[in-house]
């Protein structure tokens, strides 16, 4: 079956398009949760409130993805990794709202202030700004971290961390 919009049908329907996109993802101030956790057959759940709730670092920084420097601020990941002993992996994948995902060495997470961005500039990061959570590595206090292999593991939208 084909619909079709006429007049102020398609109005009314490109208004309600437009207020959902602006709505917050599932975690977003909520008790669902926005971020889980996995290590083998165990699994935590994080809500947005949860993350929230962790020590934050601001990290202030250029990325292939943003114009100039931006502050960004999050907790560290090393602290949302001890959550569940993923601090102890040698590896571990970061998943997307959309699917992709990337494999980073926790070594990363020790060396650099990596952090699980929740804001830029003051303002909480949307899923249409690259959030809830976007993984931001301060790329602009290490020369090594221009590098296109990290540049490429500044995934946003994450949902799901687990062990490899």
């Known amino acids: ?16 398009l437009a ?3 602006q709505a917050p993802m599932a975690g977003a101030g909520t008790n669902e949760p926005a971020l889980v956790l996995v290590r083998g057959p165990e699994a935590v759940e994080l ?42 992996t040698e590896k571990v994948r970061l998943l997307a709202a959309n699917d992709y995902y990337v494999d980073i060495p926790t070594s ?10 929740m804001e830029a500039d003051g303002r909480e990061l949307s899923q249409r700004e690259m959030g809830p959570l976007w993984l931001m590595y301060p790329i602009s206090e290490h020369a090594e971290l221009r590098d296109p292999t990290y540049i490429q593991r500044l995934i946003w939208q994450v ?3 687990e062990s490899l």
């Not at 990363?108 to 961005?117: G, H, K």
């Open 47 to 88: 809500t947005l409130g949860e993350l929230d709730a962790l020590p934050k670092k601001t990290i202030v920084t250029e990325n292939e993805f943003a114009d100039g420097q931006v502050a960004y601020r999050g907790p560290l990941v090393r602290d949302v990794l001890e959550r569940l002993a993923l601090d102890q």
């Open 108 to 117: 990363d997470f020790m060396t650099y202030d990596v952090i699980l961005a």
């Open 159 to 161: 949902i799901r961390i």
């Open 19 to 21: 207020v959902a996109s």
């Open 1 to 16: 079956m084909r619909f079709r919009l006429k007049g102020r049908h398609w109005a009314r329907a490109a208004l309600l």
